[in-house]
Structure formats: structure tokens, C-alpha cells
């Protein structure tokens, strides 16, 4: 899931067809036009500061209990703020219901059958299943209802991370600031004690989809994000080395939360 959170759009688009972004991994999101409240048809997938927050919220809650569910009205003042957005007034809709809409009519799946398969889906139809993250009456929504919101639990990514999400609510960090945050929250905690894990500065670009020009450009920026996200997760100090050139040294570091 955190290949599928670098890999999303940096920007809000709009699109009139189904859009797909894949990266490195075969991973593929595929959006379904939706219909919601009076904006009417809203396209493409998930993109943004916007989705990346919704996203780390969900994250964080489902670390702390994979059963959580959210029962609230999607239209609420309370539902945007949730994020820590407000409810200023906007020429179509606030960009939060957008991207939610975007989130939750969006399909998340391992492109390749062979992936799928040793991913244990035997069928398509467990696949298909499994390609919704969260699980949602749409037509309450629609009805500006409220509902019920939770945890697919046949979810084929894992959606769980020690997200600090009172961090998250309190900065305006760019998207990329974000994938790293999350990698790390990943990563480092997932290391056993006292052993690293060596990952090559080619892979990992391959993980941000090659958004930079060069190698070196995109080394550039990893250190200097890597820099910003360490003061919000300051048990990371030092435990990320940047200094070879050709790979990079994750240390074990416990969680933020």
C-alpha cells in the first residue's frame, strides 16, 4: 500500500475517463466515475496533499484497531475537519468530499495474474473482491446521509501504519514529504532490532515512479525531505544513512506512535 500511496498523482486532476497509474511494482489503481451530491460526475483517482491525508488517517486508525469504523455524515462539517481542513467555501465542492469520492470509488490491484496468484487469490472473483479499500454505503452519501465507513477485510494491501496523524493534521507539507514520511513509518519499524536493511538508491527511485530528471537529482531531494520528516519523527534520527552512493541503510527505529 505505501507503493500505491507514492505512486498517486502529486496534483488533483480531473479526468472525464478512467485513469490508471502504475508504478515500478505492477500495482494499479483504476477510478470509477462516481456521482456525488451537486458537483455531479467526479473522475479520476486519488491525488494530492488532500487523498494522501484521508489516506494516513485511515492508516493511523486501522494501526490502532483494524476493526475501526467511522460512522459520520461524508457532507459534515465534523467529516472535514476530521483532516484538518475547514469548510471555506469552494466554486464546486470542498476538495476533501472530492477526493474521498475519488478514494472510495477507486479499484487498488497487482496488475499481473501471476502477482495475484502468489499473492494467494486463486480466483478472479477474490481478487475483484479485494481490490476495494474501504467499504461504504454510496448511496447514503449520496443522500447526504450518514454512514458507516471501514476496513475492507478482504483488503489485499496491508493498510495499517503507525501513522502520527496529529503531526499530519498540523503541517502543510507538499505529497512527496508525505511518501517519505510514510516509507519510513514502513520500513524502519519492520527491521529487527540491531540489524539494517540496504536498499539501492535505483530502487528506491523506482519506488517514487522516477519523478526526477536524474538519479542524483532525486538523491537531492530524498536527503532533503528525509531531513524535514525526521523533526516529526525524531526517533529516525540517524537511523536513515544517506552517505553511500550506491544504496541506502535503513536502521531499526521504533514506531512514532
Given amino acids: 500500500m505505501v507503493a500505491v500511496f507514492i505512486a498517486l498523482p502529486l496534483e488533483q486532476t480531473d479526468f472525464e475517463e478512467q485513469f490508471f497509474t502504475l508504478n515500478e511494482y ?147 507539507k507538499r505529497s512527496e514529504f508525505w511518501n517519505v514520511y510514510l516509507l519510513l513509518v514502513d520500513i524502519l519499524p519492520r527491521i529487527e532490532p540491531r540489524k539494517t536493511l540496504k536498499v539501492p538508491w535505483t530502487t528506491l527511485e523506482k519506488i517514487f515512479c522516477n519523478r526526477y530528471s536524474t538519479l542524483e537529482n532525486f538523491k537531492y531531494f530524498f536527503k532533503k525531505t528525509l531531513e524535514d520528516v525526521i523533526e516529526i519523527y525524531p526517533k529516525s534520527k540517524g537511523k536513515v544513512i544517506t552517505q553511500n552512493k550506491d544504496h541506502v541503510v535503513f536502521c531499526h527505529t521504533p514506531a512514532p506512535i
Fill in 26 to 172: 505492477c500495482i494499479k489503481a483504476t477510478s470509477t466515475p462516481a456521482e456525488i451530491f451537486a458537483i455531479g460526475r467526479v473522475c479520476g483517482v486519488p491525488a494530492g496533499v488532500v487523498a494522501r491525508r484521508i489516506l494516513l488517517y485511515f492508516f493511523s486508525k486501522f494501526y490502532q484497531d483494524e476493526l475501526f469504523e467511522l460512522n459520520i455524515r461524508v457532507d459534515s462539517k465534523q467529516f472535514i475537519n476530521l483532516f484538518g481542513y475547514n469548510t471555506k467555501s469552494y466554486r464546486v465542492q470542498n476538495p476533501v468530499i472530492q477526493e474521498f469520492t475519488r478514494l472510495t470509488s477507486c479499484k487498488f490491484e497487482l496488475s499481473s495474474l501471476g502477482d495475484l496468484i502468489r499473492a494467494g487469490y486463486k480466483t478472479i472473483k477474490q481478487a475483484y473482491i479485494a481490490n476495494d479499500m474501504l467499504i461504504v454505503d454510496k448511496t447514503s452519501i449520496v443522500e447526504g446521509r450518514t454512514t458507516n465507513i471501514f476496513l475492507n477485510p478482504a483488503f489485499m494491501f496491508k493498510a495499517a501504519f503507525p501513522v502520527d496523524f496529529k503531526h499530519v493534521k498540523s503541517t502543510n
